[in-house]
């Protein structure tokens, strides 16, 4: 079955970090692009981080200098590092794969993860 | 980078037809044709709808359709019906970043 599945989630303190993990099955992470997306409770979506096949990462502005998107390969698993965390970072995380290069659409989502970030 | 805008809410009675707009500028939706569109449900992941402005991937309903011209994309559905109801969103690619509308509700009367 293809799936994403993330982990990593929880309640986290300001100034903390944490990595989230998504997990992937049915395809190779590898060949494909893969995104962050997060959602603030009762809000809209924000895009977050990509990483490209070829390696190449990307990142939103807001985020820029506190995150890193990686993956592995043996695992073909994605993950997100957020460090210096902000009470504004609490959001449900997404896991996206984009379509291809061309179309650059999330096909393919994950149930996602919440983080809590609270004192 | 700002959100692109959209209507916080819409309705429409079953079988009536909406239209949903996404106004973004010169950076995101007039330059690129890589326009998608998101439905998503309450506690539930988003799913694709549109893509490309105006393509739907396999099993989405020919009830949705999208559009675009100049800095504005637009997502009809026809026929509406009461699956339908709940939050829309649209993207756009801009140059290695993407941007996603505040979203809209829609509610099936």
């Known amino acids: 079955e293809v799936q994403l599945v993330e982990s990593g989630g929880g309640l986290i303190q300001p100034g903390g970090s944490l990595r989230l993990s998504c997990a992937a099955s049915g395809f190779t992470v590898s060949n494909n692009y893969m995104a962050w997306v997060r959602q603030a409770p009762g809000k809209g979506l924000e895009w977050v981080s990509t990483i490209y096949a070829g390696g190449r990462t990307y990142h939103a502005d807001s985020l820029k200098g506190r995150v890193t998107i990686s993956r592995d390969n043996s695992q073909n698993t994605v993950y997100l590092q957020v460090n210096s965390l902000r009470v504004e970072d609490t959001a449900i995380y997404y896991c996206a794969r984009l379509s291809g290069s061309i179309s650059l659409d999330f096909d393919l989502w994950g149930q996602g993860t919440l983080v809590t970030v609270s004192s | 980078q700002s959100a692109l805008t959209q209507p916080a809410s819409v309705s429409g009675s079953p079988g009536q037809s909406i239209t949903i707009s996404c106004t973004g500028g010169?950076?995101?939706?007039?330059?690129?044709?890589?326009v998608s569109w998101y439905q998503q449900y309450p506690g539930k992941a988003p799913k694709v709808l549109i893509y490309e402005v105006n393509k739907r991937p396999s099993g989405v309903s020919n009830r949705f359709s999208g559009s675009k011209s100049g800095n504005t994309a637009s997502l009809t559905i026809s026929g509406l019906q009461a699956e339908d109801e709940g939050d829309y969103y649209c993207c756009s690619y801009a140059g290695n970043s993407w941007i996603f509308g505040g979203g809209t509700k829609l509610t099936v009367l």
């Open positions: 010169a950076s995101d939706i007039a330059t690129y044709n890589l």
